[in-house]
């Protein structure tokens, strides 16, 4: 998911309708205080971030940010001088455009710096379990946990999407495709074989079913 952060309702709105055009899911907020807020709270792929903001500026939301989390963060302002782009950047921001801006170029960059981000990322934890990307195993505690194919991607998933609650037809898009002709039943069933060779092993409760709305790893 993509957090933007613009107290200009239109060029927010318009971002985020490119953005779902594209196929990304989008959160946006306009204050700089609940802004913050939300980078700590959930794992987002990729933060916008205005500079001029009410509540707290965007240099401090950032400042803040990179005191814990190492998100990708574009920057998009009014904001042309040097000495800005250079704070932004000294700060922790991974990129800076100025508006007016071209949408086509904002999404390139985008595309750009999830693709960083994503090849970056050699393992995932949640407490004692660990996923190793490169190797493509699991484990809890030390402990080899054997997945198949499919519980190992639905996995990978949910630890990618902390935090959020995610809907059975989203989980089912993202895991199994487009060209899976199946029910959102699968996705309970698989769901359940995770809790068998985790949950139930190890005396946990990694994944939690919100009612009505889908399945939740809590941040």
Not at 75 to 89: M, P, Q, S
């Amino acid at each position: 998911m993509i957090l933007i952060v613009e107290d200009e309702i239109k060029i927010a709105r318009f971002v985020q309708l490119e953005l779902e055009h594209e196929g990304y899911e989008v959160k946006h907020v306009a204050d700089g205080g609940e802004a913050l807020t939300s980078a700590l709270e959930n794992e987002y792929e990729l933060i916008i971030l205005d500079l001029m903001l009410p509540g707290m500026s965007g240099t401090e939301v950032l400042r803040n940010l990179r005191k814990f989390k190492d998100t990708p963060v574009i920057i998009l302002t009014a904001r042309d001088r040097l000495i800005d782009k250079v704070e932004g950047l000294d700060f922790g921001a991974n990129d800076y455009m100025t508006k007016p801006f071209a949408i086509e170029e904002l999404l390139a960059r985008i595309r750009v710096h999830l693709k960083r981000s994503k090849e970056g990322v050699k393992r995932m934890s949640y407490g004692k379990l660990v996923v190793d990307l490169s190797a493509h195993s699991v484990t809890y505690d030390g402990v080899s946990v054997e997945l198949t194919k499919k519980e190992y991607d639905l996995l990978v998933y949910l630890l990618d999407h902390k935090g959020e609650v995610v809907s059975r037809e989203q989980t089912l898009e993202a895991v199994w495709g487009f060209d899976f002709y199946g029910n959102t039943n699968v996705v309970d069933v698989y769901v359940r074989y995770l809790r068998s060779k985790i949950d139930d092993v190890f005396d946990i409760k990694l994944v939690q079913t919100v009612r009505g709305a889908g399945y939740v790893i809590k941040a």
